[in-house]
Each structure stands twice: as C-alpha cells, then as structure tokens.
C-alpha cells in the first residue's frame, strides 16, 4: 500500500469515527490520567489527544521530546503517521477501524473512560 493511500484510508476511518466528539470533556480527566500512567506505564511514555473531527492532534504532551525529539507544538497526526513502516499499514488500518467501530458503539457518558494506546519500539 502506498504512503498516499495509507494517509487517505487512515483519514476516512477517523472522519467517520468524528461525529460528535467529546474533546471538552476529555480534557477534564486529563490530569488523572496524567497521574494514572506515571504510575502503571512501563517504560518512558508521551500522551496525546487526537481530534477525529479536525484529523489532527489537540494536545501533546512534553514528553514529546525527550522520546522523539519534537516540540509538543511540532508533533502533528501525520508525523506519526509517517513513522508507521509500510509494512505495519494494514495492521495499524485494522486496528484503527476496529478500534472506531468499538468505540462508536458506547454511549458519550462511557465513552469519555476509554482510550487507545500504541506501544512504539
């Protein structure tokens, strides 16, 4: 599969998954989370908030940087999307659609307590 069709599949499946997306209330948990995976996430670790409707991400936090070498206001959707090595396109396509029917079918008041995570090596 080709970078450009990649781009455009992964783009499609988030559109369709944007109808109605709760970012303001996401917000409001964001510090427990903070606190949460400090405490069970193995490893170094970044967050981020991905904003289905506008395809790109909300919030980045700083730990952007000292894993990848990118400001938080310089990490964008499509350079983590470009890190994905081609062979991984459809494993991360699939995920990503699997992912989005799951979570289309919980209601908003559920949906706010779940998240996807990717562990990156």
Known sequence: MNLELFNEEANNIWKNA???SPSDQLRFELDLYKKLLSFFQVGDYCFY???VA????E????????????????????TLLDKI???D???FLNFEHKASQ???MLP????IKYKVSYNIE
């Open 18 to 20: 944007a109808s109605g």
């Open 85 to 87: 090595h081609p062979d």
């Open 54 to 57: 506008i395809l790109d991400l």
């Open 59 to 78: 919030f980045v936090s700083k730990e952007i940087e000292q894993l990848f070498g990118y400001q938080p206001s310089e990490f964008r959707m499509q």
């Open 102 to 104: 799951f979570l289309a």
């Open 89 to 91: 396109h459809p494993h």
């Open 108 to 111: 908003l008041k559920k949906l």
């Open 49 to 51: 908030i991905f904003n």
